[in-house]
C-alpha cells in the first residue's frame, strides 16, 4: 500500500480527450491499495488566454485579482478530471489549493509556501477517493488565493507529498528523466538513474531546465523522492533524493549544464578604496539584478585602479546599464563594456569532491578544443566557466564525452 | 451616502470591453459617499463552453465537481473587473461567494442561500474598495463551492442587498423596466414605474420572464426595493418593492401574463372514490412533476365517475405519461388524454382584491374574442385562463388593452 502524488503538466491536460487518458493511465497503474493523489496545472495554453484577457483591461495584470484569474484555469483541469474518474466509475473529489491546506505568503504572483495542513486531502483518501488537487496555487492568511510562479505546480506537488510522508512524488514531463546533459547539444548525453537533491538543485541553477529549483528544495526539505518520468511511456525515469542508493549509479561527474542566458559585465578602471564593490552589487541588487559569477582583479601596475567584471542574466541588461550610468555619477570608472554574447560550461557531481583533478581535466579539456575561458567560479559540487557563446555547443559535448562518458567506461 | 448594489449579467459583461464600458457607467454614477458593490455573472458563453467541456469527458454533468467547475466563470469576471475598476484609478477587491459571506445548501447545482455573513464585504467598503462579488455561487458547511440554479446571479445581489441593508438593488438587463405585458404581443404595453414583491412573484409564476422567482423572494423577505433597468440606458426602470410609494403608480391591473408551457391532461372517466385524486397527484410528484392548475368534475349523469383535469410544463409530458400509464395498472381510468396546444392568459394586481367586477370582465373580452376558457384558477391577487395555443396574442392583446390601457385613460 502506498501513497503516491502524480503531478502532471499544462500539455498533458490540454484537452478533454488527454485528461481522459492521464485518468486511463493512473487506474490502470494504481495497485488496489494504493492512496493516489493527482496534481495538476491549467489546460494547455488556458494561463496564457487568462493573461490576455487580462491585459486587456488594464496594463498593471499583477496582483491579488490577477491571482485569482490565473487560479482559475487550475479549478477547471481539477473539476474535469474528478469527473472523469467518477465516469470511469472510480470515487474521486477535486480540490484547491486552499481546500488542500497549502497556506502560503501574500507575495502574489510568486507566493512562497509557509505551511501545509492536508487534513481533508487525508480523509477524503481515506474515504477511498482518488483526490485531485490543483497544482499552482494557495491562499493567504486573510483568505485570498495566491499563485506560486513558474514551475508552480512541481511545487504544490512535491509539498504535498512531503506534508503527507507521501511514498513518492512522481512529475510527469514531455521528457523520460533527467539526462547527463542536453541531448540536444551532445548526443551521448545518458538518462540518470539517480541524482542528489543537492546535485539537482546545482544542474536547476546552472542552466538544466528539468525540474525548478523550488520544487527540488521542497524535496529535500521533506526528503520525499521525486520521480522524474515521461507521460507518454512506461519507463522508469529519474528518482531525486537525499543519497544514491546504489553505488553503481554514482559518478565523480553527474552532468554536464549549459546556459546562455549570460551577459558579462566588464567595469574597467574603477577606483580602488574599500567598499567600491559593495557599493557596485548593492545598487544592483537594489533592482534585483542576479549577479552571478565575479572576479576583481587588482592591476599591477597601477594599484589605485582595479577591474570587476561580473555576469549576469541578458534579461538584465538593459536595466543593469541605467544602474550602472547613475552610478558612474558618485564614483570614477573608466569603462563601462557589456558582453551580451557569452556563455557558462558547468560540471556537477557530488562525488567531484575528493578528486581535485576533475577542475584540471575540464580545463585541459576546454584548452584542447582552442576554447578561452573568462571566468572560472566553483561550488562544493560544481565548477563552472564563463566562455564565448560561439564555443558553447563544442564545450558541452567535449566536456561530457571526456569527463562524463570515458568515466563510465 | 448611498449602499448599493449593481447586478450585470452574462450578457453585459462578455467582452474585455464590455466590462470597461460597465466600469465606466459605475464610476461616472457614483456619488462621491456611494458604496457600491458590484454582482457579476460569467462571461457570455461561458457557462455553456464549461458544460460542454463536461460533456466530453461524463455523461454525468452533475454534483459537486460540477459546481466547481461552473463557479470558475464568475471567478474570471470579477478579476477582470476589479482589474479594469483599479485600471481606472480606483480602489477595488473582488470576492467569491465564500469570501461575501453566502452559506448554502448542499443540493449542487441548485443551492439554496441559508445565511449571508457579509462582514469582509462591509469591511472592504468600509475601507474605500468598490467590491465586485461572483454571483451564481456559494459554499456549504463542510466548504465546497455551490451554484445557485437558473436566475442564480439575480437571487445573490438581492441577498445581499437584503443582508447589508442596502439602499437599493439594481437588476441591470436588456430590457429596460416590468412591462404590463410583453410588448411584443401587445404594442400598447406600459412600463411599470412601482409593482410589489406580490404581484412581481405572481408575474414570474404566470409566465413573465424578467425575473427569477427566488430572487424576488429574496426582497420580500430582506425587505430591499430591486431596481430592474436597461444596461444601455440611463432612463428608470421599475422597482420591485413592498407596497406603492404612489398613488398613481397603483392600478387595480397591475399586468398580463402569457405562458405557452403549458399542457392539458385530462382522466376521463376516474372512479370517484375517496383519495383518488391524492393518488393521481402524489404518484406525479413523486417524479417532481409541477401541477398547475386542477379541476374535478362530478358527471351528473354517473356519480362513480369523475373526470380530473389538470396542467403541467410540456418538459414533463413525457415523464407524465410514464407515471400515468403505470397508475393506470392500479386504478381504473376509462381515457388518458393530453393536449399540447394549450396556453394560460392571467391578469395579476393587488389592487383587485376589492373589486369583483375584474373576473366577469376578462371571461366577456374572451366571449367577444370568440376563445373558449377551459379552466380557470384563481389566486388572491390574479385570474387565470386556460385557452387554445392559437388565441393567446389575441387574448393578450384584447385583455392588455381594455382591462389595463382603458383603466388608465
Known amino acids: 500500500m502506498a501513497l503516491i502524488v502524480k503531478k502532471f503538466g499544462g500539455s498533458s491536460v490540454a484537452t478533454p480527450e488527454k485528461i481522459f487518458n492521464i485518468v486511463n493511465r493512473v487506474l490502470r497503474d494504481k495497485q488496489p491499495d494504493d492512496r493516489i493523489v493527482v496534481v495538476v496545472s491549467a489546460m494547455g495554453d488556458t494561463t496564457d488566454d487568462l493573461v490576455r484577457l487580462a491585459k486587456e483591461v488594464t496594463s498593471m495584470p499583477y496582483g491579488r485579482e490577477m491571482d485569482r484569474l490565473l487560479s482559475t484555469g487550475e479549478q477547471v483541469t481539477i473539476a474535469l478530471m474528478a469527473l472523469a474518474f467518477q465516469a470511469k466509475g472510480h470515487a474521486a473529489v477535486s480540490m484547491t489549493g486552499e481546500q488542500a491546506g497549502i497556506a502560503t505568503s501574500d507575495t502574489f504572483g510568486k507566493a512562497r509556501i509557509l505551511d501545509i495542513e492536508p487534513k481533508r486531502v487525508l480523509d477524503a483518501l481515506e474515504a477511498g477517493n482518488i483526490v485531485v488537487v490543483a497544482g499552482f496555487q494557495g491562499m493567504t492568511e486573510a483568505g485570498d488565493i495566491t499563485t506560486l510562479g513558474r514551475g508552480g505546480s512541481d511545487t504544490t506537488a512535491v509539498a504535498l507529498a512531503g506534508a503527507m510522508k507521501a511514498d513518492v512524488c512522481e512529475i510527469f514531463t514531455d521528457v523520460d528523466g533527467v539526462y547527463s546533459t542536453d541531448p540536444r547539444v551532445a548526443p551521448g548525453a545518458v538518462k540518470l538513474k539517480e541524482i542528489t537533491y543537492g546535485e539537482m538543485l546545482e544542474m536547476a541553477r546552472l542552466g538544466a531546465g528539468v525540474m525548478q529549483p523550488r520544487a527540488v528544495e521542497m524535496g529535500h526539505r521533506y526528503g520525499v523522492p521525486i520521480h522524474v518520468r515521461s507521460t507518454f511511456s512506461d519507463e522508469e525515469g529519474t528518482i531525486i533524493r537525499e543519497e544514491y542508493t546504489m553505488k553503481a549509479n554514482q559518478y565523480a561527474i553527474t552532468g554536464v549544464a549549459d546556459d546562455t542566458n549570460v551577459a558579462k559585465v566588464s567595469l574597467v578602471g574603477v577606483e580602488n578604496v574599500p567598499g567600491v564593490a559593495h557599493q557596485v552589487f548593492q545598487a544592483l541588487a537594489n533592482k534585483s539584478i542576479d549577479v552571478d559569477m565575479i572576479v576583481q582583479s587588482i592591476r599591477t601596475t597601477d594599484d589605485k585602479r582595479t577591474d570587476i567584471v561580473f555576469t549576469i542574466t541578458r534579461d538584465d541588461v538593459n536595466l543593469a546599464k541605467q544602474v550602472l ?85
Open 325 to 409: 550610468e547613475e552610478l558612474g555619477q558618485s564614483m570614477s570608472i573608466e569603462e563601462c563594456v557589456i558582453n551580451e554574447n557569452m556563455a557558462k560550461v558547468s560540471i556537477i557531481g557530488a562525488g567531484m569532491l575528493g578528486q581535485p583533478g576533475v577542475a584540471a581535466k575540464m580545463f585541459g579539456i576546454l584548452s584542447d578544443e582552442g576554447v578561452n575561458i573568462e571566468i572560472i567560479s566553483t561550488s562544493e559540487i560544481s565548477i563552472s566557466c564563463l566562455i564565448g557563446e560561439e564555443h558553447i555547443k563544442t564545450a558541452v559535448r567535449a566536456i561530457h564525452d571526456k569527463l562524463i562518458l570515458d568515466g563510465r567506461g
